[in-house]
């Protein structure tokens, strides 16, 4: 019976240190984790109630998938696959992006796991919430909800003096809007090409904010580029529910049938200054009968028009690894020098989509794309080329541009 007792004893002793350790380990993680959570808000808010929940956030590694993301979390394979399944319909969590955060959130009380966040792209977020508990486990609902971003409308203006991206550099205007600017302007104005010190920008664009905080640049609302004298302007209008984008200053659609350029701005913006973004223009005198365009080997070169591909291979008059497109009966274009051709012959391509890529090979001294443009079997400069403009308004949302377009155009004068 003593025998018996002891053991009993022991065991409780056991039990209570167990129970003791288990209280003090969990009870130091919940301390660390609540502390943390009222420092992140003390700022904000002065009297705070006790937060109910313990948000943990995960920035998804390089590699991993979601399974080893909830593995590493240590939410078991039934929990896991539960939440992936009720996602299913709306977002399929199998992929999940580096880099991208993953927020797990539970209940401070008893640690249960209760919502699962994940920000799919810049405008929407998935959570799956634990809707019912049971003895089996939570039935779990999935929702896509926006981004409740706040949005603000900021004017800049700027003076081209090497370039409108060094300009948007020096003066903390974020790349990504100016980027959108000129990608607006990318029929009208070739930016390797065609800016001059002196040249003036005005843009009006919608700036996202979340918590105060600001994350991104909105929809771009309306350019105004004044390019050598030649002011060229882009009002960002909603005709319809399909025909939604830019349009210049007579209520002109500004995409037209040919791109400026092969590259696009992102990628001849950096590292190069006005003038020097080309290596050669189109000279007849001295037979270059092309443009060149300066960039970093393996940058995408983009159709300028839609066609069907007439020639994807190599050269060997020089023009080393080349893809040729047919756009109709009067024009065609050839691109040459590419480290890789990325389409095949008969292939129909529409406008920007990626054909190849820079390189040197051939006749050439460094990285970037030959550009030519023959119109009836005549090697023209592109540049000079005078393009029918694109589709205007329709008759009957004329007014409605109007109203809008003197809206932007007053803040673009602000
Ligand atoms: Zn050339």
Known sequence: MKKFLAIFIIILIIAATVSWLVYFFGHANKTTASDMDNVAVAAAVAVQPEPTERIERITIPAGSTYADLMTMSGLSYGTAMAVH?????????????????????????????????????????????AATSTENGAMWVAERAAIPYEVKVKIYHGQVETSMYAYALENDIDERAIIALADAFQWSIDFAMD?????????????????????????????????????????????????????????????????????????????????????EAFNISTGHRAIDYAATYGTPIRATGDGTVTFAGWNSQGYGNMVSVRHNGTYSTNYAHMSKVAVKRGNKVKQSDIIGYVGSTGLSTGPHVHYEMVKNGVKINPLNEVLPPGEPIKAENRERFEGEKARLQTLLDL
């Open 85 to 129: 399944d009720a996602a299913l319909e709306l977002y399929d969590l199998a992929n999940v992006r580096a880099g991208r955060e993953l927020e797990l959130v539970y209940e401070k009380i008893n640690d249960n796991f209760k919502e699962l966040r994940y920000q799919i792209d810049t405008e929407e977020t998935l959570f799956v919430r």
């Open 195 to 279: 800016p001059r010190v002196g040249d003036t920008f005005d843009f009006a664009v919608e700036e996202r904010y979340l918590d105060g905080k600001y994350v991104m640049p909105g929809q771009l609302l309306a350019g105004r580029y004044v390019n050598n004298g030649e002011v060229f302007e882009v009002y960002y209008f909603e005709e319809s529910e399909t025909n939604i984008g830019f349009f210049d200053t007579d209520g002109n659609s500004v995409q037209k049938m040919f791109l400026k350029a092969p590259v696009a701005f992102k990628y001849i913006s950096s590292g190069f200054t006005t003038g020097a973004r080309y290596l």
